[in-house]
């Protein structure tokens, strides 16, 4: 119950030294089906799984660590860092290298980001851009687009501030098989992705909505169908409330469905149900 289509397990564990073996333990007491890690880096798959393996090498309950070793998956991709905008050639061929005899189920997380937050944990700066990095980082991400085609694969899609650019490039390839995560657009934006097949995935930060905004993000909520709908965290960032602020992590995702259920007029059940089919239908339907 209450899968995570989005989180960064070895963030969790090497950056915020968060307890590992507890975590995997507590999703296989919750008969957690299905996790996806995702990558960020153009070769950090292999770092990944070890991490994964290692931590479920260390759990006491050996059947909780065989639940673990089940309900994990990983996908592959280049978040748009400026080192890899301006060498994607390379960046490209680091991945696809990197994929080589390891099982992945996705491409990404891909795409464009344009916040400007020196002080973040992206530092990104606007002045970064010139015409020559906007452009790169448009095709990095359709590189990535296009690789997903060959592999038929569905895509993790990163899009923040950024809504335009990546309607782009989702146009340029015509390849529309996937999710655009950690939504921050509204309605009419998403019915653009809709129209063109993405699912979209709603995390920690849908809870901290403001009463002032509430009417509209439920309107949002209610609007995306059941069969495009899912839930995630991208641990260890966006706690929900109420551990906002804290470490995040892919047990606090059930914050999330309770709080999407509550304005969808639903159960946390019903929806970790519905949740479940489309990632059924997304990652492992016949034919994909």
């Not at 085609?149 to 895509?155: A, D, F, S, T, W």
């Not at 934006?189 to 979209?200: M, Q, R, S, T, V």
């Not at 706690?239 to 709080?259: I, M, T």
């Not at 639903?266 to 997304?282: G, K, M």
């Amino acid at each position: 119950m209450f899968s995570d289509t989005h989180f960064h397990f070895h963030m969790m564990i090497t950056e915020r030294g968060l307890n590992g073996p507890q975590i995997l333990t507590d999703l296989a007491a919750r008969d957690f089906k299905f996790g996806l890690d995702i990558g960020t880096g153009r070769n950090d798959l292999e770092q990944r799984q070890a991490c994964v393996e290692e931590t479920i090498n260390q759990m006491a309950d050996k059947t909780a660590a065989e639940k673990a070793r089940n309900f994990m998956y990983y996908s592959a991709g280049i978040w748009p860092n400026i080192e890899d905008i301006h060498d994607r050639e390379n960046a490209m061929k680091a991945l696809r290298q990197s994929i080589q005899g390891k099982k992945i189920v996705a491409i990404g997380e891909c795409g464009i980001d344009h916040h400007w937050n020196p002080s973040g944990a992206d530092g990104r700066c606007e002045s970064d851009f010139d015409e020559k990095t906007y452009k790169g980082e448009k095709e990095l991400f359709q590189m990535q687009l296009e690789f997903a085609k060959e592999l038929k694969l569905p895509v993790i899609i990163h899009s923040r501030d950024a809504f335009e650019d990546t309607l782009d490039c989702l146009k340029n390839v015509g390849y529309h098989n996937g999710i655009v995560h950690c939504y921050s657009y509204g309605i009419e934006e998403a019915k653009k992705f809709l129209d063109l097949g993405w699912y979209i995935a709603f995390g920690g930060a849908t809870t901290y909505t403001k009463k002032a905004k509430l009417d509209d993000m439920k309107a949002l909520l209610q609007f995306v169908p059941e069969d495009r709908f899912l839930c995630e965290t991208d641990a260890p960032y966006l706690a929900p409330v109420p551990f906002r602020g804290q470490s995040n992590n892919p047990v606090l995702v059930e914050e999330v469905y309770k709080f999407i259920a509550q304005l969808r007029g639903t159960t946390p059940e019903a929806l970790s149900e519905l949740v479940d089919e489309n990632i059924d239908t997304l990652f492992f339907a016949k034919g994909r």
